[in-house]
């Protein structure tokens, strides 16, 4: 059903909450008060959410392609399977929200707040994730393939099995993150700080790290991933140092 910007958020005032399937294409609810909001298979594309109150609300498989949700208010909103592609979440709040399986592809999420939040198996490649704090974040199984994850706070977060080749964790905190069986061959560590980190069966070839050097070691130990081979930096080998790790 087609809606009207003014027309859903009058009904939504007057006490009605489910809107599934409802087509918002392009529709202006910037600011609006949606407060656990039925937006479940809706469209949302190029929607402007900006500063709007989602807290709660449901939109599972909803699409917010390209749609505008700079600083709006997603805490513990469920996203399972929604279509964010290219949509703008700079500095969005979505605290615990439940992101699983979505798709991320290109979207900014600059500086967002997402704590605690679910983004298992979802898709995030090229997405902008710079200083988005993302403590306690679940991401097992994500796609962060090229993900700009510069400066973001990755503190006791889950990687598991996530990939994130050719990713920017330039500066990133990843103290106490998991990382087992994790693929970031190639990806930019340096600066990150991976004390408390597990790298257990996690890839590294290729990747740039926090030293700036560049690792071509081995498998690791069992608690910990050691650079027992040659790091490869400016054309010459050297010894690499241990990586820190669980157990160091």
């Not at 910007?5 to 600011?31: H, V």
């Not at 996203?79 to 949509?87: C, E, P």
């Not at 498998?219 to 054309?235: C, F, H």
Request: with cysteine.
């Amino acid at each position: 059903m087609r809606l009207e910007a003014r027309e859903l958020i009058k009904r939504y005032q007057a006490g009605e909450r489910d809107f599934r399937g409802a087509l918002l294409y392009r529709a202006d609810l910037s600011q609006a008060q949606l407060r656990a909001v039925n937006l479940s298979d809706a469209d949302l594309s190029e929607a402007n959410l900006s500063g709007a109150d989602l807290r709660g609300a449901n939109l599972r498989r909803a699409n917010l392609r390209e749609a505008d949700l700079r600083q709006t208010h997603l805490g513990a909103a469920c996203l399972t399977g929604a279509n964010l592609n290219k949509a703008n979440l700079q500095r969005a709040s979505l605290p615990e929200a439940n992101l699983r399986t979505s798709s991320l592809l290109a979207a900014n999420l600059a500086e967002a707040d997402l704590t605690r939040a679910d983004l298992g198996e979802a898709n995030l490649s090229g997405a902008d994730l710079s200083g988005a704090n993302l403590l306690a974040a679940r991401l097992d199984g994500a796609i962060l393939q090229r993900a700009n994850l510069a400066l973001a706070n990755l503190r006791d977060a889950q990687l598991c099995r996530a990939y994130l080749g050719e990713a920017d964790l330039l500066g990133a905190d990843l103290q106490g993150a998991n990382l087992r069986g994790a693929d970031a061959r190639r990806a930019n560590l340096r600066g990150a700080d991976l004390r408390g980190t597990t790298l257990l069966r996690a890839q590294l070839a290729e990747a740039i790290l926090p030293d700036g050097s560049i690792y071509a070691g081995s498998w690791g130990t069992p608690e910990t991933l050691v650079l027992t081979g040659a790091a490869r930096t400016n054309g010459r080998e050297r010894t690499g140092p241990a990586l820190p790790g669980r157990g160091t």
